[in-house]
């Protein structure tokens, strides 16, 4: 699935702008993508993510600027599903990072090194990620 547009430094809008548009045709692609694979889906694991966050409050332009915290989503066979993995940081003055930013709470090398070492089971993630511990949140069982 590719779907570009999702650095909206202007003109971001709100609940039926052009990123709730985003929102909404990459829901129905991963839905699309699910039906497809129906049985088969249980040894598929898809893991959405992007390699920057955007800050919480809106910039001049009514778009949003680059920033720390982000999200991930995970589904597919063997993940423990409709569940939130991380502590919300809030958005209060005190709780955000600098200018902004939504404070990180959940390293993305502890998702994707779960991931690795229960659906794939890789017990060499910390080649991987050297000099880095995973911490497993419990969202994949072994594959």
Same mark, same amino acid.
């Given at each position: ?9 202007? /003109? ?6 052009? @990123?709730?548009?985003?929102?909404g045709?990459? /829901? ?12 088969? @889906? ?29 999200? @991930?989503?995970? @589904? ?17 003055d ?23 070492h ?24 072994f594959?």
């Amino acid at each position: 699935m590719d779907l570009g547009g999702w650095d909206p430094h202007v /003109a971001q809008g709100g609940a039926e702008g052009p @990123m709730a548009n985003l929102m909404g045709q990459l /829901a129905q692609g991963l839905a699309a993508f699910y039906e497809d694979l129906q049985d088969r @889906m249980q040894r598929v694991t898809l893991v959405v993510m992007s390699e920057f966050g955007r800050r919480a409050q809106e910039n001049g332009g009514l778009g949003t600027d680059h920033g720390h915290g982000n999200m @991930m989503m995970v @589904m597919g066979g063997g993940i423990h599903g409709g569940n939130v993995y991380a502590d919300w940081p809030g958005l209060h003055d005190a709780q955000v990072v600098g200018p902004g930013d939504l404070a990180i709470t959940t390293d993305y090398r502890d998702v994707i090194g779960e991931l690795l070492h229960k659906r794939l089971n890789n017990p060499l993630v910390a080649d991987i990620f050297p000099g880095y511990k995973v911490n497993e949140l419990g969202l994949a069982v072994f594959g």
